[in-house]
């Protein structure tokens, strides 16, 4: 039988069937020695007697921070004060997202604290409009703009992104009051939030799923190769296919080598801020890395449609070297 994981707490696994109800699972022995990663979202196959999860079931998408599965939407919410509108923050998250090649838009919360709005609407729309996001803005805290969004997200699953305090916990309270989730306030001293979500789980709405997660306010690009970010920005895409080199990071200030830097005057400000700051950490990554020899057994052989599990390369040296002595003693 298959089933959809909603909540995973410690080596328990809380599934989904929606005919025969929900069971709580144990991951089988094999899947664990196959180093198999269960996250929330997934689809899997359970043992007859729906103690265990027997299989992972293809997945459409992943996040690997936090670790959920099977997204149609990623809604990154912003607020626009008390914190106040990060851009290189918010520019972040949709890069990441991209990498993932999850679809997603744009929530400004707190819009009420904004007393020069539309002067706001306009300079972020001419950023993000014509990089093809849908905006909403909104007070989840005074529920204005909130049947646009629903519509929106009607019958999907989405996830929420965005940083401690700008009122994710507040925006699915306003657009489900029957969740009531625990909402956390802003400090004063810091201008941060407090983190009210502790673990990740799928929360079943009326017109919607969402997958609750706690805030993503550690996330860095320490995971890829630095002259793979820029592909990632699509209002850099018409120019670096025309950089000198093809290797270019265009973090360079010469005429005629970086094309890039050369139509800086064409791309936003804080876009560009964003990649040089990206870019740090991916060579911070890559120098990482280098530094250190990388090894990778497969703990896992298949034998047509089976999947077995494989000794490791350090045991299968000891077996061979006590045969061997074995052998030797009978000699």
């Known amino acids: 039988m298959q089933a959809q994981v909603y909540k995973i707490h410690s080596d328990f696994y809380y599934v989904k069937n929606f005919e025969h109800g929900n069971f709580t699972c144990k991951l089988k022995d094999t899947l664990k020695k196959q180093k198999v990663d269960i996250r929330v979202g997934d689809y899997v196959e359970l043992s007859n007697d729906h103690c265990?999860?027997?299989?992972?079931?293809?997945?459409?998408?992943f996040l690997t921070r936090p670790k959920v599965s099977n997204i149609d939407l990623a809604l990154v919410v912003c607020s626009l004060k008390e914190p106040e509108l990060d851009l290189v923050q918010l520019n972040r998250y949709l890069i990441y997202l991209k990498y993932h090649n999850i679809d997603c838009a744009i929530c400004f919360n707190k819009e009420d604290l904004d007393s020069n709005l539309s002067e706001t609407i306009k300079k972020i729309s001419s950023i993000y409009c014509s990089l093809g996001y849908d905006l909403f803005f909104i007070s989840a805290k005074n529920k204005v703009g909130l049947l646009e969004l629903l519509d929106f997200i009607n019958k999907k699953t989405i996830v929420l992104v965005g940083?401690?305090?700008?009122?994710k916990s507040t925006l699915l309270n306003s657009l489900n009051p029957e969740i009531n989730l625990r909402v956390g306030e802003v400090s004063k001293k810091t201008l941060k939030g407090s983190h009210t979500t502790r673990h990740v789980e799928i929360i079943e709405c009326k017109n919607f799923r969402v997958i609750d997660t706690p805030g993503f306010s550690n996330l860095k690009f320490?995971?890829?190769?630095?002259?793979?970010?820029?592909?990632?920005?699509d209002d850099f895409i018409p120019y670096?296919?025309?950089c000198k080199y093809s290797n270019c990071l265009h973090n360079v200030n010469e005429k005629n080598i970086c094309s890039l830097y050369d139509n800086l005057d064409?791309?936003?400000?804080?876009?560009?801020?964003?990649?040089l700051s990206f870019l740090d950490e991916c060579l911070e990554y890559k120098?990482?890395?280098?530094?250190?020899s990388i090894k990778h057994e497969d703990y896992k052989k298949e034998?047509?449609?089976?999947?077995?599990v494989k000794i490791s390369k350090r045991k299968r040296i000891q077996s061979r070297n006590t045969l061997k002595q074995n052998i030797k003693d009978t000699d």
């Not at 064409?266 to 990649?275: A, F, L, V």
């Open 163 to 167: 940083m401690s305090g700008v009122g």
């Open 287 to 292: 120098e990482k890395i280098s530094k250190r």
């Open 303 to 308: 034998s047509g449609s089976n999947t077995f």
């Open 240 to 242: 670096i296919k025309n």
């Open 266 to 275: 064409k791309i936003d400000e804080s876009r560009y801020k964003s990649y």
């Open 52 to 61: 265990f999860i027997v299989k992972l079931v293809l997945r459409k998408n």
């Open 222 to 233: 320490d995971f890829m190769q630095p002259n793979k970010l820029a592909e990632l920005f």
